[in-house]
């Protein structure tokens, strides 16, 4: 075991994973010689050389189209777009290429590619550097979708996403990155190495994609969060006294039907908390399948907790994110429905 | 008063529409055997030229000319010339087919056979194409089963593709032919990858990357030639330039450049420009940008210049935008006749044995057609399951998709 921040966890991922298959392959933009923005990446091309650790030129589309036909060759490409805002001109390559090869081809080809990249907001970022697009991935047949909320989930499915025979989103929030953000900006951050889950081993471990994980055991009403926002949940069920039962759901496609009917089932409650916009986002689709599955154990009607539907201001950031009040006061509505 | 004029917007147009004379003075051809053959190794600087030429071997009495002649023997000649024609057999008889209603849909390859079919010939087993759907001749000229590309264009039984992909999109990785898309260009930077993938594991096989003039125009094109370009991959990005894209003209795509194999200049990509009905030039080529790829040298751009002969797909009319009488003024001829003539000229061949050929090759075609129409087509007979739209989304079936296939009733 060893204290790690989910910089350093997604890192060891891709070191056990480059470790034990040669076919493991990892580019980006600023990702070889530097390490990625965020540092990623770092030493992975000096340890494993400059063919399989690399730097790319400035084209999302490439980068991604580039991967789909070494993954065709038989490599095992896990590339960074270097903000989820900057995947777009690669989308064209996502949905009518890596989602469908297999389909199409009737698995005569196939596309196990990873395509990471840090997400969500909290750091000033703007319009074009906070984006949460997970739902214009979850809407495409044929993806996976992984939104990780700590160090050891990030390693564990990271290293399942790169063996996976399929292609996985892997959007890393990055204002986990340093620490478990719970949306007090104004408070001082808490370290991974101040918390259980920055315990990750340093070797080889898989966690299944399609499984969530209860965050926070309780009876009163159901939290269904991912990324970021498992922490804002967690501090506003203590802020509020609310014994909420706290969903991380870790993989949005596959998702984990069985643990939310189950525990909405219990509660009879529900809210439904992410940081992309409202109308069409993922939450409209958590939503629906609660009703679908709890309408007759329901006692109230299922809260959105969400962006606005604006792009991502800068100035204006912590009127924007989802915080721990807003979450709060979401779960207090439920409960005096 | 300003110096200046107002703006206007420059639109570019064909030389000629519906009504018009058909003029292809445009189109500026050099004599066969004229264009030197340079070495593999060249510096791209030195061959900017070969750009905005066209390389041709075949010259008007049928004689192979020049520094690209000499590579086919005369059983390799008769070989391509069966390809040629059985593709277009092929796609006689699909083409009626699809009137029959027995498909959807089908792109045939009038004068372009030549491209495809010769283009495989100087790949090895291993190599990977990414083709568009227009190249089903590296699929003939690999003894694909023509009964195979029946069933999928009959969506029947045996369909290969169980039904979800449409009718022409074939896939053979064992034929070296990555799925088709439909999707334009997004096949050119994935053929870049898989050359750079054989690459890095320092394998000896290579990629070809296609696509047609009009898609030229997506970013993708680009973002392909950029990657190419900076890690040298072993890779022959292939621009069919056959003058339309459905009913636009190329120079809709091309804009000011001159040619579409130009683009390479920029990329320090060296580029050549060939007659795409010369099966001998088109073989001649490849063969070159093939040696140059697995010499570790890196990538080519080869431009060849063709003309679509029939429509699009079996869903325009050319007549609605061209004149109906262009592709008999196409100065570049008919790439069966071409090596047809040669091959007469060489004394190999005859029009009594081609005529013979003609009716051996139309009645190999039915008898596969036959077999395929003996499992379904579209509308009758043997066909895919519902089951089939299920399966395969992903390697392993997750449980949303099951439940909504238990809905389906499957």
């Not at chain 1, 470790?19 to 600023?30: A, L, Q, S, T, Y």
């Not at chain 2, 759907?133 to 029946?150: K, S």
């Amino acid at each position: 075991m060893a204290r790690m921040t989910m910089i350093e966890a997604v890192r060891s991922a891709m070191d056990v994973s480059m470790g034990r298959d040669e076919d493991v392959v990892v580019f980006g933009e600023d990702v070889g010689y530097f390490g990625g923005v965020f540092r990623c990446t770092q030493g992975l091309q000096a340890k494993y050389g400059k063919t399989r650790c690399f730097d790319a030129p400035i084209s999302e589309s490439g980068i991604v189209g580039t991967a789909i036909g070494m993954a065709a060759y038989g490599l095992k490409p896990c590339v960074e777009i270097q903000f989820a805002d900057y995947m777009y001109p690669a989308y064209d390559q996502l949905t009518q290429e890596a989602a469908r090869i297999r389909y199409r081809s009737n698995g005569d080809f196939t596309c196990p590619i990873v395509v990471r990249m840090p997400t969500g907001g909290g750091i000033f970022g703007g319009q074009t550097h906070s984006q949460s697009p997970e739902a214009l991935f979850t809407h495409v047949c044929g993806l996976k979708v992984i939104v990780p909320s700590n160090p050891y989930d990030a390693k564990g499915l990271l290293i399942s996403a790169i063996e996976d025979p399929d292609p996985v989103m892997f959007l890393e929030p990055k204002r986990l990155y340093n620490g478990p953000f719970d949306g007090h900006h104004e408070r001082p951050v808490t370290p991974w190495s101040k918390h259980e889950l920055g315990d990750v081993p340093e070797g080889h471990y898989a966690i299944p994609i399609g499984k969530a994980e209860i965050r926070r055991k309780g009876s009163a009403v159901t939290v269904i969060a991912y990324g970021t926002m498992v922490h804002v949940a967690l501090a506003a069920a203590e802020e509020t006294g609310i014994d909420a039962e706290i969903i991380d759901l870790r993989s949005l496609l596959p998702l984990d039907l069985e643990t939310i009917v189950q525990s909405v089932g219990k509660t009879g409650r529900c809210v439904v908390v992410h940081e992309a916009t409202l109308t069409s986002g993922f939450g409209g689709e958590l939503v629906a399948l609660v009703q679908e599955h709890c309408f007759y154990q329901l006692e109230a009607p299922v809260i959105r907790v969400t962006g606005w539907d604006t792009p991502y201001p800068h100035a204006q950031e912590w009127d924007y994110f989802p915080g721990p009040a807003r979450v709060g006061r979401a779960l207090t509505e439920a409960m005096e429905a | 008063m300003d110096e200046f004029s107002r703006l206007s917007l420059h639109v570019p147009e064909p030389a000629v529409r519906p009504g018009d004379q058909p003029d292809f003075s445009n189109v500026k051809i050099p004599k066969a055997g004229s264009v030197p053959r340079p070495e593999v190794d060249v510096e791209p600087e030195a061959i900017r030229d070969l750009a905005y030429s066209i390389i041709r071997v075949l010259n008007r009495e049928g004689e192979a000319v020049g520094a690209w002649a000499g590579l086919l023997s005369d059983e390799e000649l008769l070989t391509g010339l069966r390809h040629m024609m059985l593709l277009r057999a092929f796609d006689a008889r699909m083409l009626m087919a699809q009137r029959q209603g027995k498909t959807s849909f089908y792109m045939q390859h009038l004068g372009e056979e030549a491209v495809s079919c010769a283009f495989r010939r100087a790949l090895r087993k291993g190599d990977m194409n990414f083709p568009t759907y227009r190249q089903a001749g590296l699929l003939i000229a690999d003894d694909y089963p023509m009964v195979d590309m029946m069933n999928q264009i009959f969506s029947n039984e045996l369909d290969p593709c169980h039904g979800r992909q449409l009718p022409v999109m074939y896939t053979s990785k064992e034929h070296g032919f990555f799925t088709i898309s439909g999707n334009l260009a997004t096949q050119y930077v994935q053929a870049v990858g898989w050359a750079m993938a054989s690459a890095i594991k320092n394998d000896t096989r290579i990629a070809a990357g296609w696509i047609g003039d009009g898609s030229t125009a997506e970013s993708d094109f680009h973002s392909a030639l950029v990657f190419a370009s900076t890690y040298k991959a072993p890779v022959i990005l292939n621009i069919v330039n056959n003058q339309w894209a459905i009913s636009t003209f190329q120079g809709i795509a091309r804009g000011g450049s001159g040619t579409f194999a130009a683009r390479g200049l920029g990329f320090g990509i060296p580029a050549l420009r060939v007659d795409g009905n010369d099966y001998l030039a088109v073989y001649a080529v490849a063969r070159w940008a093939a040696e140059r790829a697995r010499r570790n040298l890196g990538p080519t751009l080869i431009e060849y210049v063709t003309y679509r002969v029939g429509a699009h797909s079996t869903s325009d009319d050319p007549s609605a935008y061209r004149p109906k009488t262009e592709s008999e003024a196409w100065p570049l001829g008919d790439p069966v006749l071409r090596l047809k003539k040669h091959l007469i000229v060489r004394g190999a061949w005859s029009e009594e044995r081609h005529a013979q050929a003609e009716a051996e090759i139309m009645d190999q075609v039915i008898q596969a057609q036959k077999e395929a129409e003996s499992h379904g087509t579209l509308h009758a007979g043997g066909r895919p399951s519902v089951r089939d739209i299920f399966e395969g989304v992903y390697a392993e079936m997750p449980p949303h998709i099951r439940r909504q296939r238990q809905k389906a009733g499957y």
